[in-house]
């Protein structure tokens, strides 16, 4: 078994290139080989995905090798997608990866908690204030395509987090489900004013 936790392309002697968008990969294993999340041979083919407005988090491997992708002969083009900065999650063998804009790949001090709600319980909606949330490419997602996996909009606006997404306003968040309400703080902030006049001092 070579490897790939949720899903194998295997190009040899023909292709597979699937074009994956807003996807959470997410608690896969990939119990020999390499690829928790997602396995990619080109070997006497063509692998070439297509990831867009995509998370890959939280997967594991054998021997901790390629924990997320493993590409072997294989070429991916990777744009607007969570990955994690760990040398772990990644594996090439005479790959070439394609990155794309918009990606997170700065996630050396992010938990699990920082990005889904409860993941250890099946959970992966977007936590508060996820990277994710509002920085993917509305110009990536397929024509007729109005809603998020609950069968919510695809397209939120959470008006307390910065877009950084691609597209007019309100922006797709990364992954397969949309937030549908704002981030709140988890401490309230309440501003006084000091220069109050009379007995109320703010």
Known sequence: VLGGGAMYNGGSSGSSSPSLVNVTFSRNSAAAGGGGAMYNGGS????????????????????????????????????????????AAILNSSSTITWGPGNITDTAALTTTDIFVDAANGNLRLADFSPAIDAGNNGAIPIGVTTDLDGSTRLHDDRVVRDRG??????????????????????????????????NNG
Do not use: H
């Open 44 to 87: 006497s083919g063509v692998s070439s995905p297509s990831l867009v407005n995509v998370i890959l988090w939280g997967n594991s491997a054998y021997s901790n090798v390629g924990t997320g992708l493993y590409n072997v002969s294989a070429t991916p083009i990777i744009s607007y997608t969570l990955v994690p900065s760990s040398t």
């Open 166 to 199: 691609s597209g007019s306003p309100p922006l797709a968040d990364m992954g397969a489900y949309e937030r549908q309400t704002d981030s709140c703080p988890s401490k309230v902030l309440v501003y006084v004013d000091g220069d109050a006049s009379g007995t």
